[in-house]
């Protein structure tokens, strides 16, 4: 077996248009790193994740990026007021739900079509 001794494992989103998606994900909390002409690094607490100009429906709608929080109601309410301003276009949230893996997640789409699963850990008891 191969031991890559890895440090950081980084996953490449697609945006259909990279100003509205980089404007998205900042208003999300992310914070952006680094960018030049097609490729932005953004640092969403101990992770990072890669913005490219880049799209296609078929990737876009079929990528998904899990994230846990402390609260997805929270999250829920916040993200829907900012999406109220219309500034996002495309972009829509759902109300959390509870999944049978053990979390409330408020799902979000993204100006792309990208799914983020916003998952708030179920207490253990």
Not at 41 to 64: D, H, I, V
Request: hydrophobic share 45%; proline share 6%; aromatic share 12%.
């Amino acid at each position: 077996m191969i031991d890559l001794q890895a440090t950081d494992v980084r996953t490449f989103l697609p945006s259909r248009d990279f100003a509205l998606s980089q404007a998205f994900y900042e208003a999300l909390g992310c914070e952006r790193e680094w960018a030049d002409d097609n490729l932005a690094l953004f640092k969403l607490g101990p992770s990072r994740f890669y913005l490219q100009r880049g799209y296609a429906k078929e990737w876009a709608e079929n990528t998904m990026l899990h994230v846990s929080v402390q609260d997805a109601a929270a999250c829920f309410n916040a993200i829907r007021a900012l999406l109220d301003t219309g500034k996002y276009p495309g972009a829509r949230v759902a109300p959390p739900r509870s999944e049978p893996y053990g979390a409330q997640v408020t799902y979000v789409w993204d100006p792309a079509g990208v799914l983020l699963h916003l998952a708030q850990w179920d207490a253990k008891d």
